[in-house]
Nanobody, 112 residues
Framework: QGQLVESGGGLVQAGGSLRLSCAAS????????VAWFRQTPGKEREFVAR????????LYANSVKGRFTISKNNAKNTVYLQMNSLRPEDTAVYFC?????WGQGTQVTVSS
């Protein structure tokens, strides 16, 4: 319990798409929000999106609204972040978070 593993990062051209996954060990996700954050060197970790694990309420940062979509598969203990119309400023390490648990991060690089 408590292990989060991100995957799906990579290098993509501006305008392209990537889908990130956050897989949790059984029992980790429960009542509360699963969130994506991102961080670039020298900057604080920035909120991207979150989804309520039970009720499914969703919130996006203004910077990604309309381009990113967060979703979940309760049966697979997995949360996804579909990222479309990517921009160079989306380049960052993306982290999955639930309560005090954090994944190791996955690098997303968007070239111009």
């Amino acid at each position: 319990q408590g292990q989060l593993v991100e995957s799906g990062g990579g290098l993509v051209q501006a305008g392209g798409s990537l889908r990130l996954s956050c897989a949790a060990s059984d029992g980790t996700f429960r009542s509360g929000n699963v969130a994506w954050f991102r961080q670039t060197p020298g900057k604080e970790r920035e909120f991207v999106a979150r989804i309520g694990w039970l009720a499914g309420a969703i919130l996006y940062a203004n910077s990604v609204k309309g381009r990113f979509t967060i979703s979940k598969n309760n049966a697979k203990n997995t949360v996804y972040l579909q990222m479309n119309s990517l921009r160079p400023e989306d380049t960052a390490v993306y982290f999955c978070n639930f309560a005090s648990y954090w994944g190791q991060g996955t690098q997303v690089t968007v070239s111009s």
